[in-house]
């Protein structure tokens, strides 16, 4: 059975950095591409970035790029991602996932990915 679990959300001031994590088990991590999403109140979830199963590529959505960075420990078991110079508009729910396929570089699309974390809340006050 697979689980996620995220971690390090919390509540940041405008410009500020937090950096979040995914724990997973139930399988062996370091074969599946790990993806980050959010979904803001009213909004549709939206992809975040992504990052390939051995680590050597990774995808990021406009809206984060040059500010998030997606790695991944496979020792560890855990993804994450950092953001800095966060947005008020950076508030939301961040959720990881992780797709059935192995040996897959990531997408962009929610339903590519069939295993999801509950969620971490991240609220950027400006």
């Known amino acids: 059975q697979v689980q996620l679990v995220e971690s390090g959300g919390g509540l940041v001031q405008s410009g500020g950095s937090l950096r979040l994590s995914c724990a997973a088990s139930?399988?062996?991590?370091?074969?599946?591409?790990m993806g980050w999403f959010r979904q803001a109140p009213g909004k549709e979830r939206e992809f975040v970035a992504a990052?390939?199963?051995?680590?050597?590529?990774?995808m990021y959505g406009d809206s984060v790029k040059g500010r998030f960075t997606i790695s991944r420990d496979n020792a560890k078991n855990t993804v994450y991602l950092q953001m800095n110079s966060l947005k008020p508009e950076d508030t939301a729910v961040y959720y990881c996932?992780?797709?059935?396929?192995?040996?897959?570089?990531?997408?962009?699309?929610?339903?590519?990915?069939?295993?999801w974390g509950q969620g971490t809340q991240v609220t950027v006050s400006s």
């Open positions: 996932a992780s797709p059935e396929e192995a040996f897959w570089s990531g997408a962009y699309y929610p339903n590519d990915y069939d295993y």
């Open positions: 139930g399988r062996t991590f370091s074969s599946y591409a």
């Open positions: 990052i390939s199963w051995s680590g050597g590529s990774t």
